[in-house]
């Protein structure tokens, strides 16, 4: 008693997944979905841009608040009904497939078709003129559906025009390629990691969480199986090649994890490095500057690399990423400070504001906020701290912000996006249709036996073929009882 | 620059012709206007490959960048897809009328766009830039020849046996336009579908990710989904007639919306392409 309720539930669900009203529903809902949340601000509620919003549409914003649309992409909503749809979308496939075996058997077999199973199974016989022979009959038959598009080939007793078995697979492939391509793209966010990872040049840094600034890892990342390290050899501020400016450009290493390099290359716009599953791309750069504290007595106790950001808004034109601080032996904080490298804004354009010999312009605050130091100093200068300290500028360089992804699912990814497509090729350019005709002799005279399956893109329909061979015979069409 | 601009201002001249040779061959009824309308609109790609041309031979690069050049190859590509169709098949003449204008729009636009030369930066130097346009040029192209033939069929459908059904009555029966307004949103759904893949592919090769939820990216998967309901409805549920028609009909101009509009009205990764901040 159970278990039929249970399987007439599960029957109940899988019919209401796999229909067709639920899956153009879903599609319609996640189309309309997608196309609102390009009008509302994506973001946290905290972000500029969605207060912004949010102050200037109070009446919708509670709704689209609660309906998730400023996270429109990650909402339960969105999320769900993808779920549903990738189901229906499964369910879909599946049904494809039977079909497509069905249609595949019918047409391997119709391939070796003789004139013995035409007559034995065929959907109409044609009356011809009695004046026509046999093999004239099937001539003209053959040139009548040529005439239709429909190319037939003769075979002894038998015209044929019939499909590959292999065409009726672009439908089935497609559906379940949609449904790989669901499965991927979850792997993919499950297990993948995805950061910022600031590096100096010369700098050289384990691949570990504890490396990047900004760090997004899936649940699935295993950081133990990890063992290699990202260096940047060089760093050219504006690189040409082929007449082409490819702007900052570093050149970055991957080191496995006894420190050989996997593989070095220079990374710009639309050439990424690629080492096994990861992808090295470098967004942003910025200034390094290297700095030692030394003692009263002249001698360097620690060195520090700040790094500096360009800044439209900034009066130098830079930015420190974060500010410094300088401890006793304690942990207790001395002094902070900060330093940014003033750009020369004499120059044309922002790429000119570049200064030839970068300096640094370095602030040092006490802990109660008492300005101690505001000095613009060149490399190898020094700005003296209290107590016969000195900071010492060492060095003014750069350092690139490298965006890495470590995802091994990427080429699978491209596999299954390649196979949908080409599933839908085949759907789109293949024919899937099966004719067969042949002589049959009668008591009412001879006749012409057809069998006909016209499933997709066939360039006419049944009605046209019957008609048209019934003309080009001259006899009268009956529908067989066969 | 004059060379090309005159050239241009020549082809647009010629598709301004073929389209009123088209509602007047389709008004009065006259084949061979109709017919003759198809050869103006095969002329005027002459002028307008010149054109383009030029400007390649100039710039170093192709049709890709600024509303001028993406609107001048979208206008290429739907002229000689409808051109190698009626050619292919005379009973699709009439088609013009629904699909020419289409044309004469969107250069018309174009010309009077700001037609500044954009270097190509390094952000779209590869060939994938290339493939991807070109996808995205003939999956728009397809879904016009859509656009047109469902335009056809509802012009006949509400004329119902009347003055509109007869002037149109050279065209293919009705059920066939139907089918073939379906065949040519296929081809559109998988040309698109090429676009989307290359893009993804590229945009992973370009920026780390392969997919962002820009508001171009968001707006091509809209059109490809209802497109895709579309299909459902043509072949799931086995809509026919005025109402898939009218979906057509409809579906296309989201479609350029897609393509032209969305960098004018979002803020998009995009913006470059047409001519907004550089990519």
């Known amino acids: 008693m159970a278990q039929a309720v249970i399987r007439r539930l599960w029957r109940g669900a899988v019919r209401f997944l796999a229909s067709t009203a639920l899956v153009t529903g879903l599609l319609a809902f996640v189309s309309l979905w997608s196309a609102v949340a390009t009008f509302v601000p994506q973001g946290e509620a905290s972000s500029p841009d969605v207060s912004a919003w949010a102050a200037s549409n109070p009446t919708i914003e509670p709704f689209v608040r609660a309906v998730g649309l400023h996270q429109a992409f990650t909402s339960y909503l969105f999320l769900a009904s993808v779920l549903v749809l990738g189901f229906s979308t499964a369910l879909c496939a599946w049904r494809r497939t039977k079909v497509a075996l069905n249609r595949a058997r019918t047409l391997r077999t119709a391939a070796t078709a003789d004139r013995r199973t035409v007559c034995g199974t065929h959907d109409l016989e044609i009356a011809f003129d009695p004046a026509l022979g046999g093999p004239q009959a099937l001539t003209i038959a053959a040139e009548t559906l040529g005439h239709l598009g429909i190319r037939a080939k003769r075979k002894d007793d038998v015209v044929a025009a019939v499909s590959s078995s292999l065409s009726v697979w672009g439908s089935p492939v497609f559906h379940w390629a949609l449904v790989a391509l669901m499965v991927v793209v979850l792997v993919g966010v499950l297990q993948r990691s995805d950061g910022l990872m600031a590096l100096a040049v010369g700098q050289t840094r384990p691949d570990a969480a504890a490396s990047y600034g900004v760090i997004n890892t899936g649940i699935w990342h295993d950081w133990s199986g990890v063992h290699r390290s990202i260096r940047l050899d060089a760093f050219e501020p504006d690189f040409r090649l082929g007449g082409l400016d490819r702007g900052p450009t570093p050149t970055v290493s991957v080191l496995d994890g006894s420190g050989a390099v996997i593989k070095t290359q220079r990374v710009y716009p639309n050439m990424m490095l690629h080492a096994g599953s990861v992808s090295i791309s470098s967004p942003a750069c910025g200034f390094a500057v290297t700095i030692a504290l030394v003692n009263a007595k002249g001698v360097e106790v620690g060195r520090l690399v700040q790094f500096v950001d360009f800044s439209q808004t900034a009066t130098g034109g830079t930015v420190p990423v974060e500010p410094f601080t300088v401890s006793d032996s304690t942990g207790q904080v001395l002094l902070s400070g900060s330093v940014t490298v003033p750009l020369d804004r004499s120059g044309a354009g922002y790429g000119e504001w570049i200064p030839k010999v970068p300096t640094a312009h370095v602030v040092v605050t006490s802990p109660d906020g008492g300005q101690l130091v505001d000095s613009v100093v060149k490399p190898g200068e020094s700005v003296m701290l209290p107590g016969g300290r000195q900071l010492r500028i060492i060095d003014v360089g750069w350092y690139a912000r490298l965006a890495i992804v470590d995802d091994w699912t990427t080429p699978l990814l491209y596999a299954v996006m390649t196979i949908a497509m080409l599933g839908l090729a085949v759907t789109l350019l293949t024919r899937q249709q099966l004719l067969l005709a042949t002589v049959i002799e009668g008591p009412d005279g001879s006749r012409l036996a057809v069998r006909m399956r016209l499933w997709r893109n066939t360039p006419t329909n049944r009605a046209e073929i019957a008609s048209e061979l019934a003309r080009a015979l001259s006899g009268d069409e009956k529908r067989s009882v066969s | ?279």
């Open chain 2, 1 to 279: 620059m004059t060379f090309e601009i005159v050239f241009m201002w020549v082809a647009l001249t010629f598709y301004v012709a073929a389209t009123v040779m088209f509602v007047f061959g389709v008004i009065f009824s006259r084949e061979t206007l109709t017919r003759r309308a198809v050869y103006v609109s095969a002329a005027g790609l002459a002028p307008q490959l010149v054109a383009l041309g030029v400007r390649w031979a100039r710039l170093g690069h192709g049709p890709y960048v600024g509303y001028y050049e993406v609107a001048n190859a979208l206008t290429l590509c739907v002229v000689a897809f409808f051109v190698v169709a009626a050619w292919r098949n005379p009973r699709l003449d009439a088609t013009g009328m629904g699909i020419m204008p289409v044309a004469v729009l969107l250069l018309g636009a174009a010309m009077f766009a700001s037609k500044a030369d954009f270097p190509i930066t390094a952000a779209l130097a590869s060939y994938w830039l290339f493939i991807h346009v070109a996808f995205a040029n003939l999956a728009f192209a397809a879904f016009a020849a859509s656009f047109g033939f469902a335009i056809v069929y509802v012009v006949r459908q509400r004329s119902a046996g009347g003055k509109w059904a007869k002037r149109l009555e050279k065209m293919p029966p009705q059920d066939v336009v139907d089918d073939l307004t379906a065949r040519f949103v296929l081809a559109g759904f998988l040309l698109w579908g090429i676009m989307i893949v290359t893009g993804a592919i590229w945009a992973n090769e370009s920026w780390g990710r392969y997919w962002s939820w820009d508001p171009i990216e968001t707006w091509s998967l809209v059109v490809w989904l209802i497109y895709a309901i579309y299909l459902h409805l043509k072949y799931m549920r086995k809509w026919r007639g005025k109402r898939l028609a009218w979906f057509a009909i409809i579906a296309m101009p989201i479609a350029l919306f897609c393509l032209v509009g969305i960098p004018t009205v979002f803020n998009t990764i995009h913006a470059g392409y047409i001519g907004g901040s550089e990519l």
